[in-house]
């Protein structure tokens, strides 16, 4: 690999590791019903475009660090087809954590995109 790919990779890594919570709380946030972590994950491989697949097992310590700060809910249910599933659903505090978030990284984004733009209003 070359320096451009590895510096590439490493800038990918950094991105995603401030935006996987941003975007769990997300997806729960619009789902009607409760999600387990392979649901929550195909959900995301489907909207995301591709830039958040293939992470799925990053996503279960994030999905126990959100639940212990209250932001999710879990239950654990029986499955037919294998081991029992935890649901994760999204909290009313995690609604409100989700809307400032959402609002912080709007404003972080429209500031990069500005700055990217030689500051061209």
Request: aromatic letters at 6%; zero cysteines; charged letters at 25%.
């Amino acid at each position: 690999m070359d320096e451009t790919t590895d510096q590439l990779k490493k800038f990918q890594k950094e991105l995603s590791s401030g935006t996987v919570s941003l975007v769990l709380l997300a997806v729960l946030a619009q789902s009607r019903q409760p999600m387990y972590g392979y649901q929550i994950a195909k959900r995301l491989e489907e909207v995301g475009e591709g830039v958040l697949a293939g992470k799925q097992s990053a996503l279960y310590p994030v999905l126990r660090n959100l639940e212990a700060a209250g932001l999710l809910g879990s239950e654990v249910e029986p499955s037919v087809s294998g081991p029992p599933r935890r649901y994760y659903r999204i909290t009313k505090p995690g609604r409100e954590v989700l809307r400032a978030w959402v609002a912080a990284w709007n404003a972080t984004r429209d500031s990069v995109d500005h700055v990217l733009q030689g500051g061209v209003s």
